[in-house]
T-cell receptor, first 115, second 112 residues
Framework: QQQVKQSPQSLIVQKGGISIINCAYE??????FPWYQQFPGKGPALLIA?????SEKKEGRFTISFNKSAKQFSLHIMDSQPGDSATYFC??????????????FGQGTILTVHP | DADVTQTPRNRITKTGKRIMLECSQT?????MYWYRQDPGLGLRLIYY???????NKGEISDGYSVSRQAQAKFSLSLESAIPNQTALYFC???????????FGAGSRLTVL
């Protein structure tokens, strides 16, 4: 079963707009929630991550919102740019010792930002 | 040079053939992983290794085996490839005290 569900599968946004990608998880043992960005022909790279002790984390134009009670988290890309066009994966894992690196990924969202 | 290097980048093989995908890293990370990416399924963990003598199965290890030849080298083998193993395979590394993965560029495998 898919323990981390991601939506939408694809997203088209105009330059300057806001891109929003949502994820929901089932396993309450998860306590580390990263987002990875993948460009064509490349491996995923960490974009931003959050732990459940905060409800929001912002890095530049990228913000994660986290709702522990609803078991949901989302990525917001403000002022979206054509260079943001990529596939985005949410993920989840435990946050310690042997849990490190064993990520459960969402299905991915292909973001296209039109100029 | 890339921090995490995967070879081959592309491989086409036939059903029943043995195939090995190799991964080497210059990050000095102790942990290494193999993930598989399929459209609509995201990435799934096949095997992981916390050090040379510690190898563990991931979510989808059936049909795969691995070898950790050195701290910097981790290979994935398909003993008898089948078409549903057609996928994009990623090697990743991390430090034992950090939850950040560094991925290679991927190996695209097609099994006919």
């Amino acid at each position: 079963q898919q323990q981390v569900k991601q939506s939408p599968q694809s997203l088209i946004v105009q330059k300057g707009g806001i891109s929003i990608i949502n994820c929901a998880y089932e396993n309450t043992a998860f306590d580390y929630f990263p987002w990875y960005q993948q460009f064509p022909g490349k491996g995923p790279a960490l974009l931003i991550a959050i732990r459940p002790d905060v409800s929001e984390k912002k890095e530049g134009r990228f913000t994660i919102s986290f709702n522990k009670s609803a078991k949901q988290f989302s990525l917001h890309i403000m002022d979206s740019q054509p260079g943001d066009s990529a596939t985005y994966f949410c993920a989840a894992s435990g946050d310690g010792g042997t849990s490190y690196g064993k990520l459960t990924f969402g299905q991915g969202t292909i973001l296209t930002v039109h100029p | 040079d890339a921090d995490v290097t995967q070879t081959p980048r592309n491989r086409i093989t036939k059903t029943g053939k043995r195939i090995m995908l190799e991964c080497s890293q210059t990050k000095g990370h102790d942990r290494m992983y193999w993930y598989r990416q399929d459209p609509g399924l995201g990435l799934r963990l096949i095997y992981y290794s916390f050090d040379v003598k510690d190898i563990n199965k991931g979510e989808i290890s059936d049909g795969y085996s691995v070898s950790r030849q050195a701290q910097a080298k981790f290979s994935l083998s398909l003993e008898s490839a089948i078409p549903n193993q057609t996928a994009l395979y990623f090697c990743a590394t991390s430090l034992s005290g950090a939850n950040v993965l560094t991925f290679g560029a991927g190996s695209r495998l097609t099994v006919l």
